[in-house]
């Protein structure tokens, strides 16, 4: 038996053979399979070995950060607080939380969240409350719950910081919980919240997102008030929002005043200005012209950039033109959308260009796309007026093989 085992288990199994009182019972189960397991992650408990009679809080942390069933977490956190020598920390309940949450057990978090308030045993700090909230909104979709600990947080004489309360506004924002920002946002005093200008611009977001664009403007008054600027977010989210719903003039408008407020456009702020020169139409050269103007004030176009100048030239029928910007777009790592490869094709098909469609072909096949059944059409009747034999069996040999 010796021979099988190694000296540290052998040592375990020795002393955990007559049990005392003040070893808990789930440390036992824990031995009583460590013969046959081998991991050096296991959840072993060797290092009490050496404190019989005394746990510091550092190694009951350990203790739930090598469990290997999470499930166990709440007995093994319910044995360790009987002890003579428990001391519950921060890092102690943080570490039982986060198993809890690994086995989806939100309503044993939401009772040990009452209990340490009555045990009140440490100070928390607003690290251990975002981690909270954060479990709450994005693991377990309690978003009311979320709400409830942010101000919940005096009570457990602890007083959130800017980045967890932005952080439930945004979780409200992405959730479209619309008619709860702005009863949460006037909370923000009660909790001794200093709003910032990310917390206006979540709020511009949310206005935005449910359609009241008037009120997301009016928010622009708000940034001086709470002595702040509006910065590159506010009117990039500002202008999309306006973009979308044909507000042409008041979007370039904000541009304008971006201008002169002295506010440097990124990457992001580029995208959405010429997405809103295509989405009004017959404004293909004016997007190009941003993109050079961008890359000249040495901001870097993204995937993102090249697409929407793309499918602006395909819209305005500039498809010699739109073949080369996919062909720079490809060159710096991005990858054309299925659909703006279509359109090129179809595109070139119509001006009887043979040789830009079996270039568009193959890359189109390398990218992993097949043209589908409304493209061969095209094709073959290119196929059929063009004179060009070889360039018309290079084509024919695409579409059937990758048809």
Known sequence: MMSSLSKSEFCLIRLYSSRPSWVPSFITKWTRSSSSRSSPKSASPDFLINHKD??????????FQTLEDPTLAISAF??????????PT??????????????????????????????????????FFYHVIKIYGHLAGRINRAIETLFDMPNYKCWPTIKTFNFVLNLLVSTKQFDIIHEVYMGASKLGV???????NILIKGLCG??????????????PKQHCKPNVRTYSTLMHGLFER???????????????????????????????????GGKVEEGVELLRRMRFKGCEPNEATYQEVVYGLLEGK??????DFMDRMMSTGGRPSYDSFKLLINGLCSQGLVEDVNWAVKKMVCYGYAPKKGMWAPMIRLLMVSRNRSNNELLLEEIIGNG
């Open 54 to 63: 005394w746990l510091s809080p550092n190694e009951v942390v350990k203790i």
């Open 78 to 87: 319910n044995e360790i607080s009987k002890r003579k020598d428990y001391r």
């Open 90 to 127: 921060e890092a102690v309940y943080t570490s039982v939380i986060t198993k809890l949450a690994q086995a989806k057990h939100f309503d044993a978090i939401e009772e040990l969240m009452q209990r340490i308030k009555i045990e009140r045993s440490c100070r928390l700090s607003d690290d």
């Open 194 to 200: 200093e709003i910032d200008a990310c917390c206006l």
């Open 210 to 223: 449910c359609g009241d664009l008037n009120g997301a403007l009016q928010l622009l008054d708000e940034f």
């Open 246 to 280: 044909r507000r042409f003039d008041e979007a370039f408008g904000l541009f304008e005043r971006m201008e002169k407020e002295g506010i440097e456009l990124d990457t992001i702020a580029y995208n959405t200005l010429i997405w809103g020169m295509r989405k009004q």
């Open 318 to 323: 500039k498809f010699v033109e739109a073949k």
